[in-house]
């Protein structure tokens, strides 16, 4: 029986604050499941701490709502144990970028196939509106008593950089696309990477649904004013085609550079896409041929209450 | 007449000392001996001070003592370090060059040590030189066996005309394993078998080390004379195998099916994790070839979380660490306590705090462990006695894990990391492999905390059909979902901690302590202490004086009724660990509420020996001990 997009939804009372940006995105992860058809025990959504963490709740999967910063460690090793199992982790961006930036970076370079989404809105909503790494410098939202004073991590750059072999960036009031790119992510054979701009209507007062609208730029205009746009209006290609160092390199730079762009226009859509980087199963493979076959959680590891590991040759060298 | 032999081997890191040990101890086992063996070693990768003793005995023995009989050096600073630990009947084969060198010389000698050593030779009238410390020996009676290793190589090199011989100064080691083979007349043949084994790998090595190993063995047994040891041979123990301290709790994963390791390189931990990997393709009784996936993550934090992950999927999953890992790996921790996880970490102490002494042992985790972690939650902790014992352990570790959905810490020590031991072959079939409540298949409603009877619920795992559920590291209900209902959190802290009472009821109690005999004098102790207590034991016995032995194996839930019954007809209670505050002590008091009468403690990152054990034993059997007796033996 084809499952239908209820099937996703949970009865869990969501608590999020109205006009929440996180809404969409469990809508469209929710959406993108559907359309792809995958079992609801054959997902497992990770989650880290914060408003986004509890999105594992509202998804009727199985959902493994974790630690602050460190969702992509449980993710990777349950995808890891049990490889037919589709992943997908989330979190807030404090939570990936702030204490869990490590992590982020040590994920980009294993490209284990799954997909990582962070909910990016600017501040720490759960602990009341500090700032968080993705807040420009000097940018003073409603909580803060003084205007930032750091500088803010570039989620795409840094997922470029960090070996991440897909990274695009999503709105969370575009559902529809927003959905599209989870659908591109999951397919997507290694590790990707989706920054979803998510307005915190509560604490974030600078990068509000109008801003991102454009509402401010607008004046009498009836035009378009809207500051995102889709890179694939444009002629951006962010597909690695030949893995050739050359073109590698044209693309990671094309995507650092436009992953600057910011203020007046903001871009959407898929940033970089290269699937001629070996997945971490291939890595595995390699060493271990039936890997794919037999994984850990799949493996017999007893016979009638008795271990059936035979270690015989290795007890043998150690004979005196 | 019973041989009991020791052997110390030294030299500057990299220097090949514990390839050499390794060679020694395996002509040793050969030969139908039984070994205990121990590297100390600095943090550091080449040009400390490093050595290996190696005990020899037609018993079975489970320590080292203070004494040294042969010791072997081809550098300066193992002779300044240990010619006073050197028996006085015992001998010390050294490189003649060396004799003048004097202790500037020598940059790896540190100051503390340096005034030590000057205080020792002004008083003794001597010069601050090798000849100097060497005097003071043979004063002693110790014998000296002066060979310039350089020579022997040259003489060597022409004898076998292969000039590349002559400055291999990287066979040294060879050299000196194999002048002392020669000078306590142990036969040769096992020697050149060794270094094949030792050098399987490399053939070409192994062929010049052979030619070095019977030039100087001939050599020593030709030129040097009136030892007072010889080691012949004795009649093989069938079933013997020669192990490597991290290969009990390694071989005890694999066989347990343990097939998800994760772990940051830390020592004395890394070991068993390299192992693993290195054994990563498994051999399965009448089916495919099963694996481990060993994965070295970017912290242990992440080793904590993948192994979670990994656990949740239903595989046996475990990570190994040291204390300053452990302390990363706390909250963590908390989550797999409240979300009901199966894990095993396996902890190999050394001594704290933070960085502490990093390369050295030490007991100093045992309290820091029961109460890791924020918040009440339940863990078993659970420690081996010796490496044999660690193979079946990590059995049980597993099965706790699974039978009460609890995190374990199965802890072991950097004295049991670095020893090699000969020991009865590990029987695998000894241990039994019980997933407690995980189920094969789901039909119908499922709730993954649902409320029970024993208060163990029947768990799925990850990708299972039918079986969706949630985690949370909030409070959450029967279906893993967050609440904050008061009522619930009642029923959900007693559920889960009521499994600590299930443990101590379930748990046989032979695997909760184990006694030595008990009497008027009783020792309780925890952990790698068990072997110099056992073998001072029987020094004691054997001038007539009992002294009784508890070594407590489950720490966490402590098995209070059943120690308490151990010893009750215990009058005077010995506690002794390798940490400054007598931990197992505290525990003790604050389960049993009985005092501890006489602490042995040590603290200095050395293993104890059972020489200074019997020593402070037979103190307080004679009323002259202090109340804290504080050991120091070991360079």
């Known amino acids: 029986m084809a499952l239908k997009l209820a099937d996703y939804k949970t009865d869990v009372h969501n608590d999020w604050c109205p006009g929440c940006g996180d809404f969409g995105i469990v809508n469209a992860l929710q959406m993108a499941l559907a359309e792809m058809g995958i079992e609801r025990d054959k997902a497992t959504i990770f989650s880290g701490i914060g408003c986004s963490g509890k999105t594992s709740h509202f998804i009727n999967t199985y959902g493994v709502h974790t630690l602050h910063g460190r969702v992509l460690t449980f993710a990777q090793g349950g995808k890891l144990a049990n490889p037919d199992m589709t992943v997908v982790a989330v979190g807030g961006d404090g939570d990936g970028l702030g204490i869990g930036a490590g992590h982020f970076v040590a994920a980009g370079r294993r490209n284990i196939d799954m997909t990582y989404i962070i909910f990016d809105n600017g501040v720490y909503g759960l602990t009341k509106g500090q700032a968080s790494p993705t807040l420009k410098l000097g940018e003073q939202t409603k909580s803060l008593p003084s205007p930032n004073t750091n500088s803010n991590v570039n989620p795409i750059g840094l997922a470029v950089a960090s070996g991440f072999t897909f990274v695009a960036r999503g709105y969370s009031y575009d559902v529809r696309h927003l959905k599209d790119l989870i659908v591109k992510a999951v397919k997507h054979k290694g590790l990707s990477f989706l920054d979803v701009l998510q307005p915190c209507p509560t604490y974030n007062d600078v990068n509000t649904r109008d801003w991102y609208a454009g509402v401010d730029q607008a004046k009498e205009s009836m035009e378009r004013h809207s500051r995102i746009y889709k890179l694939e209006d444009t002629k951006f ?57 037999n994984p850990p959680a799949k493996q017999i590891i007893s016979d009638s209450g008795l271990p059936n590991t035979d270690i015989s040759k290795i007890l043998d060298s150690l004979n005196v | 007449m019973s041989t009991d032999f020791t052997w110390l081997i030294g030299g500057p890191q990299g220097s090949g000392v514990e390839s050499g040990a390794n060679i020694f101890s395996k002509v040793c086992a050969q030969m139908g001996y039984q070994i205990f063996g121990k590297r100390e070693f600095y943090s550091n990768i080449k040009g400390e001070h490093s050595y290996f003793t190696v005990r020899v005995s037609d018993e079975k023995i489970h320590s080292n003592v203070n004494d040294v009989d042969l010791m072997v050096s081809f550098d300066a600073e193992t002779i300044f370090r240990h010619f006073d630990e050197i028996s006085s009947n015992g001998g010390i084969i050294y490189d003649s060059e060396l004799e003048n060198t004097d202790t500037d010389r020598v940059r790896t000698l540190d100051g503390p040590f340096k005034e030590r050593l000057h205080n020792l030779l002004e008083s003794k009238n001597k010069p601050f030189t090798i000849a100097g410390v060497l005097e003071v020996a043979k004063e002693k009676g110790v014998k000296l066996y002066p060979v310039s290793f350089k020579s022997l190589l040259e003489t060597l090199s022409e004898e076998v005309d292969n000039p590349r011989l002559r400055g291999l100064v990287r066979m040294y080691n060879v050299l000196g394993v194999s002048l002392s083979l020669g000078l306590i007349k142990m036969p040769s043949n096992s020697l050149v078998d060794s270094i094949d084994d030792i050098f399987s790998k490399k053939p070409k090595i192994a062929e010049i080390n052979k030619q070095a190993a019977t030039f100087s063995y001939k050599y020593s047994s030709t030129n040097f004379e009136n030892f007072d040891h010889t080691l012949t041979g004795v009649e093989k123990q069938l079933d013997t195998i020669l192990v490597q301290g991290h290969f009990g709790c390694s071989l005890g994963k ?288 054997k001038e007539g004086i009992d002294i009784g032995f508890v070594q407590i194996k489950l720490l966490h839930p402590f098995p209070t009724e059943y120690v308490k019954s151990l010893l009750k007809n215990a009058k005077v209670l010995i506690d002794i660990e390798a940490n400054h505050s007598g931990q197992l002590g505290k525990i003790f008091k604050q389960n049993i509420t009985r005092d501890i009468d006489y602490h042995i403690l040590k603290y200095t990152g050395r293993g104890i020996t059972s020489t200074e054990l019997y020593d402070s034993l037979k103190k307080i059997v004679e009323n002259k001990a202090e109340k804290r007796e504080v050991l120091s033996h070991g360079a």
């Open chain 1, 237 to 293: 290609d962010p597909t690695v085609n030949y893995a050739g160092e050359v073109e590698v390199n044209e693309k990671l730079s094309q995507a650092l550079v436009k992953s600057l762009e910011w203020g007046d226009k903001i871009p959407t859509g898929v940033f970089y896409q290269n699937e001629l980087v070996s997945p971490f199963s291939t890595r595995l493979t390699d060493k271990i041929p039936n890997y794919l076959e």
């Open chain 2, 254 to 541: 694999m066989v347990s099916g343990c097939r998800f390791q994760s772990y940051y390189p830390i020592t004395p931990a890394s070991d068993e994790s390299v192992y693993l990997e290195s054994n990563e393709i498994l051999e399965i009784e009448n089916d495919r070839p099963g694996s481990t996936i060993v994965v070295q993550t970017e912290d242990e934090i992440s080793a904590i979380g993948m192994m979670i992950g990994a656990a949740l999927t239903g595989t046996r999953s475990s990570t190994s660490t040291s204390g300053p890992g452990f302390a990363l790996m706390t909250e963590a921790l908390g989550w797999a306590g409240i979300n009901e996880v199966a894990v095993v970490i396996t902890l190999y102490q050394r001594s704290g705090p933070s960085t502490g002494l990093p390369t050295r042992h030490g007991q100093d985790d045992l309290l820091f462990t029961v109460f890791a972690g924020c918040g009440d939650f339940p863990k078993i902790v659970y420690a081996s006695g010796d490496i044999e014992e660690s193979f079946y352990d990590t059995g049980n570790c597993f099965n706790y894990a699974d039978k009460y959905q609890i995190p374990v810490i199965h802890m072991m020590d950097k004295f049991l990391s670095s020893s090699v031991v000969t020991c009865k072959k590990f029987n695998p079939k000894k241990i039994s492999i019980d997933r407690g409540k995980l189920l094969d298949k789901i039909e119908g409603e499922y709730k993954r905390f649902a409320l029970t009877d024993d208060g163990i619920s029947p768990r799925s795992k990850l990708g299972m059909d039918n079986g969706v559920f949630w985690n949370t590291g909030d409070e959450s209900d029967e279906y893993g979902h967050i609440t904050e209902d008061p009522q619930v959190r009642i029923k959900m802290m007693d559920k889960r901690m009521s499994r600590l009472d299930l443990a101590l009821e379930t748990i046989p109690v032979s695997d909760q302590a184990v006694p030595f005999e008990i009497h008027d004098y009783t020792i309780i102790s925890w952990g790698s202490t068990k072997g110099p207590i056992l073998d001072a034991q029987s020094m004691l016995k």
